[in-house]
């Protein structure tokens, strides 16, 4: 079966610091490989996807994430983190026949000014 | 832009009793989901819908639940006799295609707490 895995419960930066948030994965075959963000209040909103192609994405408000299949992992990552990112990041797999996303527990950010 | 909406926000309820969640997807999107995140949990996949039937349930989704599209705009989320187990929060999704060819949109989701 799939999993998703975000080994970091919650990470705490200082506005500028660099973010990597970890992502790994388990799925034998081809997988489509999503970043979503929740900001307080909100809903799930998608950052960035990986279906094909080159492994290096670029998603929306500066953050990218990086496909190695090898280490069957998709980090997200940002150079230099806003108090606006103050969010909880979810990473979520969808390969196979299933018409579902299979989501990690989440990490939550916070960014403190 | 169009979104998903979803009602009510919050609903406070008692063991045992019925509640119905729903949600309007967008309006041309045609795969239609259930997820719920109960907390300091991941998100959890309850159910996907097209054509009118269901086409994927977890293990989750057992016979307390169910979902229909009564009139072609609402997707509505049953749960017949709620437990306190229940309480999470329920997000409703949409997409015009299968999700592994695009994103998924949610809602802000519906809060449920069982007393």
Known sequence: ?113 | EPEVTQTPSHQVTQMGQEVILRCVPISNHLYFYWYRQILGQKVEFLVSFYNNEISEKSEIFDDQFSVERPDGSNFTLKIRSTKLEDSAMYFCASISKKVHTGELFFGEGSRLTVL
């Open chain 1, 1 to 113: 079966a799939q999993s998703v895995s975000q080994h970091n419960h919650h990470v705490i930066l200082s506005e500028a610091a660099s973010l990597e948030l970890g992502c790994n994965y388990s799925y034998g075959g081809t997988v489509n490989l999503f970043w979503y963000v929740q900001y307080p209040g909100q809903h799930l909103q998608l950052l960035l996807k990986y279906f094909s192609g080159d492994p290096l994405v670029k998603g929306i408000k500066g953050f990218e994430a990086e496909f190695i299949k090898s280490k069957f992992s998709f980090n997200l990552r940002k150079p230099s983190v806003q108090w606006s990112d103050t969010a909880e990041y979810f990473c979520a797999v969808n390969g196979g026949s299933q018409g579902n996303l299979i989501f990690g527990k989440g990490t939550k950010l916070s960014v403190k000014p």
